[in-house]
């Protein structure tokens, strides 16, 4: 048996106020005959299990966030978008953001992908003329982890989006 958190999609595509409030579901994950191969491959001993597990939501987004960041860095360069994660990294005053109102979930159910263990890529959002890049995060993919979805920052060479379009579209990278 897997436990796997599941989000909502990130407040911002929702056009909600930044809220301290994480809403998560967990998913169990299992299958017959797949429990050994996951044990084997997670290295638990005889006895051990993932059973009683205490769940820090907030703590899990922060390491997808993290994830993310570093991944759009890695891409864009360090100057090549406006951040929107540092403040919540450096916990410094009061962040205009929080974490759900940027890491949030895709909502739909992800078949298992023996092929990758982890997978990201990139994307870009528009919401009301503002375009964002995102990274949308798959951990354990073999599993049937969900897709996770972070808001990394702003887009600064995009040509934008009229102010007035009042609607989201998402493109692929």
């Known amino acids: 048996m897997i436990y796997a958190m599941e989000f909502p999609l990130p407040g911002i595509f929702l056009r909600c106020k930044p809220s301290s409030t994480t809403k998560a579901k967990i998913r169990v994950i299992f299958g017959k005959g797949e429990i050994n191969r996951v044990i084997k491959h997670l290295a638990l001993n005889d006895g051990e299990s993932l059973v009683g597990l205490v769940f820090y939501p907030e703590k899990f987004m922060m390491l997808l966030a993290k994830i993310a960041h570093g991944f759009a860095v890695s891409a864009h360069g360090v100057n090549g978008f406006r951040h929107r994660l540092p403040p919540l990294f450096l916990r410094e005053g009061v962040a205009a953001d929080t974490l759900s109102h940027l890491v949030g979930g895709i909502p739909k159910i992800d078949l298992p ?27 354990f993919a073999f599993l049937g982890f969900p897709t996770y979805i972070v808001v990394v920052g702003e887009d600064l060479k995009s040509q934008s989006v009229p102010a007035d379009a009042k609607r989201i579209f998402v493109s692929p990278w």
């Open 113 to 139: 992908t023996p092929e990758y263990t982890h997978s990201c890529w990139f994307g870009r959002v528009c919401i009301d003329g503002v375009c964002f890049f995102t990274v949308k995060i798959r951990l």
